[in-house]
């Protein structure tokens, strides 16, 4: 069975500081992972990464993906308090039937205290 | 402006009464899924579709069913609902090309059964 840990489950810190948040995951036929933010609604899509060693960024957000040790982190620089909310990471993986499936992980709840 | 719409948002029903949750999207994507989360589990897939007529089982299909008879339409239906199946449903589409990767979710559909 497919499976997509994150850790922490949640973090509080300050306004400005830089925030890790990690996923771990372990499928068969791997095809790339995923990130999101969800807030007080519907999750909004960051990043996908598909090869290993390879920076995504966005802002002040970024995330890298290692397929050798199976997990991908998130960064987030210089934190402010916008970036409250839920961050969800997401496996996708080949079927049985060669359709594209997807894993949630149970989130990172981060909270910004101004 | 690329939009997924659930129809009903909000519904509270009882135990045995047969309902479905509407789906459109207006981006002609061919990947379509449902969702549910629930405290502490995440998003977790329920079906997912990636073309007209072709659709498989995530990782809790138990006691709903799909179809996809339409590119645009991705209806959910609980045939005889139970009070396990109170959750926040989500409706997702999504378009997968090299190095490129768009999804949108639809607003939630919360749905209480009793």
């Known amino acids: 069975e497919d499976k997509v840990v994150q850790s922490p489950l949640s973090l509080v810190v300050h306004e400005g500081d830089t925030v890790t948040l990690n996923c771990s995951y372990e499928?068969?036929?791997?095809?790339?992972l995923l990130w999101y933010k969800q807030e007080k609604k519907a999750p909004t899509f960051l990043f996908m990464l598909?090869?290993?060693?390879i920076e995504k960024k966005s802002g002040r957000l970024s995330s890298i993906l290692d397929k050798k040790e199976l997990f991908s982190i998130l960064n987030i620089t210089a934190t402010q308090t916008g970036d409250s909310a839920v961050y969800l990471c997401?496996?996708?993986?080949?079927?049985?039937?060669?359709?594209?499936?997807?894993?949630f992980g149970t989130g990172t709840r981060l909270t910004i205290i101004p | 402006e690329a939009q997924v719409t659930q129809n009903p948002r909000y519904l509270i029903t009882v135990t045995g009464k047969k309902l479905t949750v509407t789906c459109s999207q207006n981006?002609?994507?061919?990947?379509m899924s449902w969702y549910r989360q629930d405290p502490g589990l995440g998003l977790r897939q329920i079906y997912y579709?990636?073309?007209?007529?072709v659709t498989d089982k995530g990782d809790v299909p138990e006691g709903y069913k799909v179809s996809r008879k339409e590119k645009r339409n991705f209806p959910l239906i609980l045939e005889s609902p139970s009070p396990n199946q109170t959750s926040l449903y989500f409706c997702?589409?999504?378009?997968w090309g090299t190095g490129y990767y768009e999804q949108y979710f639809g607003p939630g559909t919360r749905l209480t059964v009793t």
């Open positions: 997702a589409s999504s378009f």
């Open positions: 499928v068969t036929n791997f095809r790339s």
């Open positions: 598909t090869s290993s060693g």
């Open positions: 997401a496996v996708v993986s080949i079927s049985n039937f060669g359709n594209e499936k997807l894993t």
């Open positions: 981006m002609n994507h061919e990947y």
């Open positions: 579709s990636m073309n007209v007529e």
